[in-house]
């Protein structure tokens, strides 16, 4: 038990000293759900983990053109992952509005992408 405890405590300053790395100067939080099962195959942790990359390739993209892949030019985001027995894969998120982008586009441009993934779910 003491060995869990432990684990925990290193898992939890870990996470606090990732979070605070990141600068975050015009958060917003987002939720995106996910498809359970696509062409007969159910979701896990690794298709959960491409998919959001692939989501994030596609909003940076979008955001910064060729810059994003140029010059690795990226928004800032914070995901946690969550589920339990009775709700489906999720995500929450802190992202990173561009001062560049108002919050209509900033909002048009999630749901863009979200849905232009394989896994995305559109209830966000």
Not at 33 to 39: E, F, G, M, W
Request: glycine fraction near 2%.
């Amino acid at each position: 038990m003491f060995d869990r405890f432990q684990d925990y405590k290193k898992i939890k300053n870990s996470f606090i000293e990732y979070a605070s790395s990141i600068q975050l100067t015009n958060p917003h939080a987002i939720t995106l759900t996910l498809k359970q099962r696509v062409d007969n195959i159910s979701i896990d942790q690794i298709i959960v983990s491409i998919n959001f990359r692939h989501f994030l390739n596609r909003l940076n993209r979008w955001f910064f053109g060729n810059a994003a892949e140029r010059y690795k030019k990226s928004i800032q985001v914070l995901p946690v992952i969550e589920s339990n027995a009775t709700t489906r894969l999720h995500f929450h998120a802190a992202i990173e509005r561009p001062e560049h982008i108002n919050q209509m586009e900033f909002d048009n441009a999630i749901r863009h992408c979200w849905s232009k993934t394989k896994w995305g779910y559109n209830h966000i």
